[in-house]
């Protein structure tokens, strides 16, 4: 093994296992509305509440490892002798691609029954077109997978074609309600990977741009953006700056990682003085405007930031530190076929509705044995996902 090897891998692991992590996290608490009687902290809180719970927590985290990646995956392209030019159209590039997902995605919301295809089987084809489209194919220059490509957009359009909602039917019925999951990313993801890519990376411009987006969060729960409100439906930050600040959070930690290492103990102080810091910040404000996911407050925001660290800093410390990595392997698909393990349980909804599977027991759905259910669930999706990696099977943008 090379020196660089060795230097690299830990860094990589580190990442690789709190994403991992966090995509079974999603996977668990997407699964809790199948459950009766859990503990309230591991839901959604509505709305209206002052509040958040694990659920709450773990969309922001895996923004704030958006960001952790980003200064490792536009080193290594640079490595590979990329342009600048190059690289953003790159991410610009992969940031359409979860746009349009997202879009088709938040639509299947208000897929109405009465519609030419069945629900399920519209959800399950829209799956099959992202693979056609976006599969990590062994030769992606070949004409057969350039045919599957456009077989895979074809296929989107149709379904867009087919699309009802009762309000409508086709193209024109699909409206950006929302970004949803995938899309949120694709902006969070463009707006910080363009700052860190147009500034050369500068620490000083990283935290400039985190602290904007902050201050521009601020801004609107102020009042003070009301002035420039009405261009809002046409350009704007996501999430009123919340999301791209938490994926600038998470390129503030990488590139101090990068820099100091985990055996500088600078890197530990500064890293925990930034996460009490955002915490300290989060709740000394949350009067304000108090904490919500759903309105994405600076509160909820900063709270999160700051939670997000001490997650990273764990799996450094476990996976840098004492090199436990023994454990990774068993859910190491999740941080590695990450898109893939979060798109397999939508195909599962869809085929509990088409075939009229009945629900599990309410016994095994109720309380702690619902929780276990919801975890093992989780689990099989992350093997599923293996298995599929194992025979190329996988997203990749």
């Known amino acids: 093994m090379t020196v660089a090897a060795v230097i690299t891998l830990p860094r990589l692991v580190s990442i690789d296992a709190f994403r991992a992590v966090i995509m079974i996290l999603m996977i668990f608490v997407n699964d809790l509305w199948t459950l009766i009687d859990i503990p309230k902290w591991l839901d959604h809180v509505s709305a209206d509440a002052d509040g958040m719970g694990l659920a709450d927590i773990v969309f922001p985290a895996f923004l704030f490892i958006v960001g952790l990646s980003v200064p490792y995956a536009i080193q290594n392209r640079r490595k590979k002798g990329d342009t600048t030019s190059k690289i953003f159209f790159h991410i610009l590039s ?58 895979g957009i074809l296929l989107l359009v149709i379904l867009a074609m ?6 409508g039917s086709g193209l024109a019925a699909m409206g950006i309600h929302w970004w949803g999951i995938l899309g949120l990313i694709g902006w969070a993801y463009l707006i910080a990977s363009c700052v860190y890519l147009f500034s050369g990376g500068k620490p000083i411009i990283q935290v400039a741009a985190f602290l904007f ?24 930050i996501v999430g009123d700056g919340a999301m791209p600040a938490l994926s600038m959070a ?42 919500s996911k759903i309105k994405a407050t600076p509160s909820w ?37 990450t898109l893939t393990c979060y798109l397999l349980p939508y195909i599962h909804y869809a085929l509990i509705g088409l075939l009229g599977l009945a629900q599990l027991p309410e016994i095994m759905r109720t309380g702690v044995p619902g929780l276990f259910k919801s975890l093992i669930y989780a689990l099989i999706i992350v093997s599923i996902t293996g298995l599929l990696e194992k025979r190329n099977i996988r997203l990749k943008i």
Do not use: H
């Open 250 to 291: 998470g390129i503030i930690a990488s590139i101090t990682y990068k820099k100091l290492t985990s055996a500088n103990k600078k890197f530990w102080l500064i890293m925990v003085l930034f996460a009490v810091g955002l915490m300290v910040f989060g709740l000394v404000t949350r009067p304000i405007w108090g904490i």
């Open 213 to 236: 987006f902050m201050l521009f969060s601020c801004g609107y729960f102020l009042g003070w953006l009301a002035p420039i409100e009405k261009i809002k439906d046409y350009v704007w």
């Open 301 to 337: 925001t900063a709270i999160c930031s700051g939670i997000s660290v001490i997650g990273f800093l764990m799996f450094v410390y476990i996976t840098d530190l004492k090199k436990m990595v023994t454990w990774y392997k068993y859910i190491k698909p999740a941080g590695t076929s």
């Open 162 to 167: 087919l699309y009802k909602t009762n309000r």
């Open 94 to 151: 992969r940031s359409v691609a979860l746009l349009v997902m997202g879009l088709f995605l938040v639509n299947a919301e208000n897929y109405a029954e009465s519609a030419i295809l069945p629900k399920g089987i519209w959800t399950i084809l829209l799956i099959g077109a992202f693979f056609l489209i976006w599969m990590a194919y062994k030769n992606p220059e070949s004409q057969m997978v350039k045919l599957l490509k456009i077989i």
